[in-house]
């Protein structure tokens, strides 16, 4: 909705305040202004002008030269507007002047003749050519004859105003119209509004005489209100008739037409006029279309109707689709002189119907659709009838033709004080709210301690409690709602302990370089169940859209691989993805599938890429077993974790493992198995997928910092030979089991397998660190502690120092 501030100001005082200010109160009143559009913002030295002669241009068809008086001198200006004539009053540019765009106007020769200026079009000062009027559309504008040479343009042609554009919601509909915004801003500034004063002379001769009214659809058409004015003389409306339209984002078309559309602007309530002539029968019946029925509109459509489709007609043929468009074959013309005005209140969901069906939207069926102010209907037809005998010369005839079934009791809510603050967290005295409510002209009466209300019919938003408190808190203040804590033993808001978990594992991967992916929740059933941790009976769709998307999933891990090969597919060849997201492993006691919430990762390519460095490292499994560690150091849980050779449909038979958690599998971890990888056109591809639930289910404690050592530490180095199949894991368990209190740190830095090594065996190093932080340790502690761990790795795993 485009609000002119000029406009406005004839039904509410707003003269001195600042446009920002109003639009600002109005925003944090409950509506919202989008943009403040300063309609003349740049322009100067814009005036009029008189055209005092204007001939052709001797090197140029197109180009006229013209004398035109200015006020103070008489100037010559070239001119290649095909309507510019003489005797015209004009828009001049004067040299000096800055148009839209940034255009200067200087002094120039063209084709060898000396211009002072530029007569301009509507376009050319900023008006967007769909409101220019048709007749100066591919032209110059042409002022009104009583305009005075050399006076300041911009005025006469509305570019003095400035414009406030409101973001209504569908709620909203009263502001559809100037004087509900004129309600809206007389309340916040505790104002009365200025209504209308409708008051014109009526003709000895009856409407009712000159046309017959039958409304065969009560339902969709409860009211509808026909008013006759004879010898109307069509013709261009008034200056200020046609700004106020063009500020509303209305173009002008006659002084007619311009009258409905501004009426439909002011009170909100769409009009349409019909040449009585046209109509031909002297009658008017509303009643549902015939299926396959058809209309061409003003918009010269031919439209095909169906058979609940409301129209109006001559008792003949359809004139008009009630609440949307007019037909072309009763339009008002330049030949008209005596016209029929429609008034009417249509349902809002017929016109809903229509307008969709015929797939044409207007102001018109915009504020049907929303709903229309009952008690507006036959007011708004009263002051078409009296702006058509003001500004067009009509004679009103006497009376109007009516049809009236339409209910206009106001809705009636009753609501105490005490409900209200309760709901608002406030204490507004009841004086305050009766103070509210009569600022915004909604009677109400204090009766008992209660607020009995009459919502007036032009607010169709308020029928409910909920309603009027929402008045009262907005009127009131949002801003002087006070700010609380919310008192219980559970603040909401924070984190749970879990949620907090995951987010310290998502920023743990992403830090590591990984991308976040979000895959789908439903795959297919080959899909469904592959590289499952655990299985249960797949949930399957009733309704699948496809087969690929009918059940839902029990691991990550398909569609991740899915994203690689579509990333690898276009030349990126390494990709680093994880995603957190639930697996579906059977159904609850309620019937409804078990969420079981997963960590997965997959990775392709290149880990370290620096080829200024010449440093290259390919992901391995090592690098994926990395990841899982350092994610487990920082949930805490890195002294529980451990991993295990496993053996898993689809993943490679050497490099796979389980991820155990205290003892219990939690997880994968490996490389896809070389025949899935060239499937899926992969090269080494790894994975992990883990439990997250139950990892993050795991109480920890308190994280504790502790100093800096003041006592030095000792460490020794131990290379075994072992047999091939015993893992390094297990003997770095059997170390850290042995090693004691003391023993603080243990790490693998070798592997050899090869010459001086028997077959079958292996040598595995590893450095062991001893530390005590309270005093400095003595070889002999060192070498008790030493010779223990040497022991348990020669009795428990046959292992034996390498010479």
């Known amino acids: 909705m485009l609000v002119s501030t000029k406009w406005l100001n004839e039904y509410v005082n707003i003269k001195g305040i600042d446009p920002a200010e109003l639009a600002e109160k109005i925003t944090r009143s409950g509506i919202e202004v989008d943009s403040i559009i300063h309609r003349g913002e740049g322009l100067s030295n814009i005036v009029v002008g008189y055209v005092k002669e204007c001939i052709k241009h001797p090197e140029a068809d197109k180009l006229n030269i013209c004398q035109v008086d200015v006020g103070e001198e008489t100037t010559q200006i070239i001119c290649g507007a095909p309507n510019v004539a003489e005797g015209q009053k004009v828009i001049v540019a004067r040299p000096?002047?800055?148009?839209?765009?940034?255009?200067?106007?200087?002094?120039?020769?063209?084709?060898?003749?000396?211009?002072?200026?530029?007569?301009?079009?509507?376009?050319?000062?900023?008006?967007?050519?769909?409101?220019?009027?048709?007749?100066?559309?591919?032209?110059?504008?042409?002022?009104?004859?009583?305009?005075?040479?050399?006076?300041?343009?911009?005025?006469?042609?509305?570019?003095?105003?400035?414009?406030?554009?409101?973001?209504?919601?569908?709620?909203?509909?009263?502001?559809?119209?100037?004087?509900?915004?004129?309600?809206?801003?007389?309340?916040?500034?505790?104002?009365?509004?200025?209504?209308?004063?409708?008051?014109?002379?009526?003709?000895?001769?009856?409407?009712?005489?000159?046309?017959?009214?039958?409304?065969?659809?009560?339902?969709?058409?409860?009211?509808?209100?026909?008013?006759?004015?004879?010898?109307?003389?069509?013709?261009?409306?008034?200056?200020?008739?046609?700004?106020?339209?063009?500020?509303?984002?209305?173009?002008?078309?006659?002084?007619?037409?311009?009258?409905?559309?501004?009426?439909?602007?002011?009170?909100?309530?769409?009009?349409?006029?019909?040449?009585?002539?046209?109509?031909?029968?002297?009658?008017?019946?509303?009643?549902?279309?015939?299926?396959?029925?058809?209309?061409?509109?003003?918009?010269?459509?031919?439209?095909?109707?169906?058979?609940?489709?409301?129209?109006?007609?001559?008792?003949?043929?359809?004139i008009a689709l009630a609440g949307v468009m007019g037909g072309a074959n009763s339009e008002v013309h330049d030949g008209t002189t005596t016209v029929v005005i429609e008034s009417a209140y249509f349902a809002p969901s017929s016109v809903?119907?229509?307008?969709?069906?015929?797939?044409?939207?207007?102001?018109?069926?915009?504020?049907?659709?929303?709903?229309?102010?009952?008690?507006?209907v036959a007011d708004a037809a009263e002051r078409a009838a009296q702006m058509m005998a003001e500004i067009a010369g009509g004679e009103v005839l006497s009376g109007s033709v009516i049809f009236d079934q339409l209910d206009k009791t106001a809705e009636r809510i009753t609501i105490s004080p005490d409900y209200i603050n309760s709901r608002l967290g406030m204490k507004i005295s009841m004086d305050e709210m009766l103070s509210i409510l009569e600022r915004l002209q909604i009677p109400t009466d204090a009766v008992n301690g209660q607020l009995v209300i009459d919502a007036p019919t032009r607010r169709q938003d308020l029928r409910i409690k909920e309603d009027i408190i929402e008045e009262i808190a907005r009127m009131h203040g949002y801003d002087e709602i006070p700010k609380t804590l919310p008192v219980s033993e559970s603040i909401?808001?924070?984190?749970?302990?879990?949620?907090?978990?995951?987010?310290?594992?998502?920023?743990?991967?992403?830090?590591?370089?990984?991308?976040?992916?979000?895959?789908?929740?439903?795959?297919?059933?080959?899909?469904?169940?592959?590289?499952?941790?655990?299985?249960?009976?797949?949930?399957?769709?009733?309704?699948?859209?496809?087969?690929?998307?009918?059940?839902?999933?029990?691991?990550?891990?398909?569609?991740?691989?899915?994203?690689?090969?579509?990333?690898?597919?276009?030349?990126?060849?390494?990709?680093?993805?994880?995603?957190?997201?639930?697996?579906?492993?059977?159904?609850?006691?309620?019937?409804?599938?078990?969420?079981?919430?997963?960590?997965?990762?997959?990775?392709?390519?290149?880990?370290?890429?620096?080829?200024?460095?010449?440093?290259?490292?390919?992901?391995?499994?090592?690098?994926?077993?990395?990841?899982?560690?350092?994610?487990?150091?920082?949930?805490?849980?890195?002294?529980?974790?451990?991993?295990?050779?496993?053996?898993?449909?689809?993943?490679?038979?050497?490099?796979?493992?389980?991820?155990?958690?205290?003892?219990?599998?939690?997880?994968?971890?490996?490389?896809i198995h070389p025949t899935e990888q060239k499937k899926r056109d992969l090269k080494e591809t790894y994975v992990m997928e883990m439990n997250l639930s139950k990892v993050l289910s795991v109480e920890t404690e308190e994280l504790l910092y502790q100093p800096v050592p003041r006592f030095p530490s000792i460490s020794r180095d131990i290379a075994l030979v072992v047999a091939s199949e015993t893992s390094a894991g297990t003997l770095a368990q059997i170390i850290r089991q042995a090693g004691g209190k003391l023993l603080k740190d243990v790490k693998l830095f070798d592997l050899y397998e090869g010459d001086n090594v028997e077959d079958g065996k292996k040598s595995i190093a590893f450095s062991l660190t001893y530390f005590d932080p309270e005093r400095t340790l003595t070889d002999e502690e060192v070498v008790k502690a030493h010779e223990k761990v040497l022991s348990a790795l020669t009795n428990e795993a046959g292992a034996q120092l390498r010479g």
């Open 96 to 318: 000096g002047a800055v148009l839209p765009g940034g255009i200067k106007i200087k002094k120039a020769k063209l084709r060898g003749e000396e211009s002072n200026g530029m007569i301009c079009s509507l376009q050319e000062l900023g008006i967007e050519g769909k409101l220019v009027p048709k007749a100066y559309a591919e032209g110059i504008y042409v002022l009104p004859q009583d305009a005075v040479p050399g006076e300041d343009a911009l005025p006469l042609i509305g570019l003095d105003d400035t414009v406030l554009e409101f973001d209504l919601t569908p709620n909203r509909s009263d502001a559809l119209s100037m004087l509900g915004v004129a309600y809206e801003v007389g309340a916040i500034l505790s104002q009365g509004i200025a209504l209308p004063n409708i008051s014109f002379k009526e003709a000895d001769e009856k409407a009712g005489e000159l046309l017959k009214l039958r409304v065969e659809a009560a339902n969709d058409n409860p009211m509808y209100v026909a008013k006759v004015v004879k010898n109307v003389k069509v013709e261009e409306s008034p200056l200020w008739l046609q700004n106020y339209l063009m500020a509303a984002g209305v173009r002008p078309h006659n002084n007619v037409v311009d009258i409905t559309n501004y009426v439909l602007m002011e009170y909100g309530q769409p009009l349409h006029a019909f040449d009585y002539d046209r109509i031909g029968t002297g009658e008017i019946v509303v009643r549902h279309a015939e299926e396959g029925e058809k209309i061409t509109t003003l918009d010269d459509t031919e439209r095909t109707l169906k058979a609940h489709n409301l129209v109006i007609t001559n008792g003949k043929e359809p």
């Open 352 to 376: 809903r119907t229509t307008s969709k069906e015929v797939g044409l939207r207007s102001d018109a069926s915009t504020r049907f659709e929303k709903g229309v102010d009952p008690n507006r």
């Open 492 to 671: 909401p808001g924070g984190l749970t302990p879990y949620q907090a978990k995951r987010r310290i594992a998502r920023q743990f991967l992403e830090g590591a370089g990984l991308y976040q992916a979000i895959t789908y929740s439903l795959t297919s059933k080959a899909q469904s169940q592959a590289f499952a941790l655990e299985t249960a009976p797949v949930t399957e769709l009733l309704m699948p859209m496809s087969e690929e998307r009918s059940v839902l999933r029990q691991s990550l891990v398909p569609h991740l691989l899915e994203a690689v090969t579509y990333n690898v597919a276009r030349r990126i060849d390494s990709v680093a993805l994880y995603e957190t997201g639930s697996v579906f492993l059977g159904t609850e006691e309620d019937g409804l599938p078990k969420e079981v919430e997963h960590l997965s990762v997959v990775i392709t390519g290149k880990w370290v890429d620096q080829p200024w460095q010449g440093e290259t490292k390919k992901v391995d499994f090592f690098v994926v077993k990395g990841i899982v560690e350092g994610l487990m150091d920082r949930l805490g849980l890195a002294h529980l974790v451990a991993f295990e050779q496993a053996v898993i449909d689809g993943m490679h038979p050497g490099r796979t493992a389980s991820i155990l958690l205290d003892g219990e599998r939690v997880g994968l971890i490996g490389q």
